[in-house]
C-alpha cells in the first residue's frame, strides 16, 4: 500500500523585536529629518546626523592652512566618535541592571537632552546643541540597525537614496519575470526617505514658528516610542532581553 507523506509544516514567521518593527525606524528616522533642520536653520547652518561634511571641512581648512579653525572640526567628530563607543559598551550593563534594553533607554536619553536643550537661550553658543546633537546622533545609528532584517540608517538618507536606485534597477530588470522580491526593500527605503524629508519639514515650521523650543515638539515621537519598548521590555519580551537585534 503506497503511504503518501503529509506535507512539512510551515515554518514560522520570524519574531522580530520591538525595537526592530519598521515603524520604530519610520519614526526615529522622522526624528532626524526633524533635527537636522532644526541644527541648519538654527544652531550653526550645520548638519549634525553625520560627519562626512565635518571631516571634508576639517580638511579644507588644513589644505588652507587654517590649522586652528580645521581642529575645531575635532570636537564634533570626537563627540560622535564617543556616541559610538559609549552606544557599543553600554548595552549589556543596562540590560543586567535595568529592566529594559539599551535600545529603551537610549530613547530616554534623547528625551532628556531634547528638553534640556529647548530650554537653553537662542544667545547660547551653537556649539552645546552641535555637540549633544552629534553624540545622540551617533548612539542611534550605532544602536539601530536593522528593521525587521533590513540593514537601516536612521540618522542619514544617503543610502537610502542609493538603496531606491539600486530598488529601481532590479524593477526594469526583472519587469517581465515573476520576481518581485525587491520590491519589499525598495518600498521600505523609500518610506525611510519620505520620513526623513517629513521631518525636516516639520523641524522647519516649527523652527520658525517656536525657535529653540522647537525642539520639544519631538518629545512626542520620542515618548511613543519609549512607551511602546519599555512595555515591550517589561512585559511581552521580558523573556527575550538577552536576545540582541539584527546586526549586533
Not at 587654517?66 to 559610538?84: D, M, S
Not at 522647537?214 to 512626542?220: F, K, P, Q, S
Request: glycine residues 8%.
Amino acid at each position: 500500500m503506497e503511504q503518501t507523506l503529509s506535507p512539512a509544516p510551515a515554518k514560522a514567521d520570524r519574531y522580530y523585536l520591538m525595537c526592530e518593527r519598521n515603524w520604530i525606524y519610520f519614526l526615529l528616522i522622522g526624528v532626524a529629518g526633524f533635527l537636522g533642520a532644526f541644527t541648519y536653520v538654527l544652531r550653526g547652518n550645520v548638519f549634525c546626523n553625520a560627519q562626512t561634511s565635518n571631516i571634508v571641512l576639517m580638511g579644507m581648512a588644513f589644505g588652507q592652512g587654517n590649522w586652528r579653525h580645521g581642529l575645531y572640526y575635532l570636537i564634533p567628530i570626537t563627540a560622535y566618535t564617543l556616541g559610538a563607543f559609549f552606544s557599543e559598551l553600554l548595552p549589556n550593563p543596562v540590560k543586567r541592571h535595568l529592566p529594559m534594553r539599551w535600545d529603551t533607554l537610549l530613547i530616554a536619553i534623547e528625551m532628556v537632552v531634547v528638553l534640556v536643550l529647548g530650554f537653553l537661550p537662542e544667545t547660547a553658543p551653537v556649539q552645546i546643541s552641535q555637540v549633544a546633537i552629534n553624540f545622540i546622533a551617533s548612539m542611534q545609528y550605532n544602536t539601530f540597525r536593522q528593521a525587521q532584517g533590513t540593514p537601516m540608517a536612521t540618522t542619514f538618507a544617503t543610502n537610502h537614496v542609493r538603496q531606491i536606485g539600486i530598488g529601481l534597477a532590479m524593477e526594469l530588470r526583472h519587469f517581465r519575470d515573476a520576481n518581485k522580491a525587491h520590491r519589499q526593500k525598495l518600498y521600505k527605503h523609500f518610506l525611510m526617505l519620505v520620513y526623513f524629508v517629513g521631518g525636516a519639514i516639520i523641524g522647519t515650521v516649527c523652527c520658525r514658528l517656536f525657535l529653540g523650543k522647537a525642539l520639544w515638539v519631538l518629545l512626542l515621537p520620542l515618548g511613543v516610542l519609549f512607551g511602546v519598548l519599555l512595555h515591550a521590555d517589561l512585559t511581552t519580551e521580558k523573556d527575550l532581553v538577552e536576545t540582541k537585534p539584527s546586526g549586533h
